[in-house]
């Protein structure tokens, strides 16, 4: 039914995070399946344990798996797929080598931003219209001065979870999905958790609900 991509210039940028508010809002609209290619599978074991553990996902010149997305999509689901830092050029190199702005299924970058990111001018280019920007606020917030514009490109916002490092990594630590998490944690953690999914979720469909609805 349609790829999208989650990426950074940068590890920790957030993307595990968008990722789960994501997931959340497109299961709304369609079947979703997530598929890591992270070396951890940290996301990809909590909403697909046993496809990531079987799918060794990577975009180097052993890229067949990756090959395999082309197929999954036309199996009428979703995939979001987490792309590493590190990976960044392979996967540059694997979207240019199977001409994948010419396949017939929609294709979605969104990109996170950390700071003073420079963008990837090929994935830009190769996504066009369909390319976002993130603005992570945890970081975001933290900034002083000018960041890069990027003024001709769609962007959205996700705010920051919790007051402090520590509530995130807690939840990181469960290996369960926000909404999972939320039926059996105090009610201060879950009223954020609450609020995090909805303050995306206004993000997203302000952004690109006209995108994704006609899929």
């Known amino acids: 039914m349609s790829l999208h991509f989650v990426g950074s210039v940068r590890n920790q940028a957030g993307k595990s995070w968008f990722i789960r508010a994501a997931i959340e809002y497109l299961r709304q609209k369609s079947p979703v399946v997530m598929l890591d290619a992270s070396a951890d599978k940290s996301v990809g074991e ?7 553990r079987n799918f060794n996902l990577r975009f180097d010149c052993h890229s067949i798996e990756a090959d395999r997305l082309i ?11 987490k792309i590493p830092a590190y990976d ?14 010419r ?10 931003n950390s700071g003073y990111d420079r963008l990837s001018t090929k994935i830009i280019k190769v996504f ?7 603005d992570n606020e945890y970081y975001l917030n933290s900034l002083n001065g000018d960041k890069y514009e990027y003024r001709d490109i769609k962007r959205l916002s996700m705010q920051k979870f919790g007051i402090s490092p ?9 290996k369960k999905s926000l909404l999972d998490l939320t039926l059996d944690m105090p009610t201060i953690s879950r009223t954020r958790i609450y609020r995090f999914l909805h303050t995306t979720f206004i993000s997203i469909e302000e952004s ?5 609805k006609v899929h």
């Open 128 to 134: 066009s219209t369909h390319f976002f920007i993130v």
């Open 208 to 212: 690109i609900a006209p995108e994704i």
């Open 103 to 112: 396949l017939d299924i929609p294709i979605y970058y969104w990109h996170i």
């Open 71 to 81: 197929e999954i999509s036309d199996c009428g689901v979703t995939a979001i797929i």
């Open 46 to 52: 909590i909403y697909n344990p046993s496809l990531n």
């Open 88 to 101: 960044n050029l392979h996967f540059e190199n694997w979207i240019e080598n199977i001409e994948i702005d």
């Open 166 to 174: 520590k509530d995130t990594r807690e939840i990181e630590l469960t």
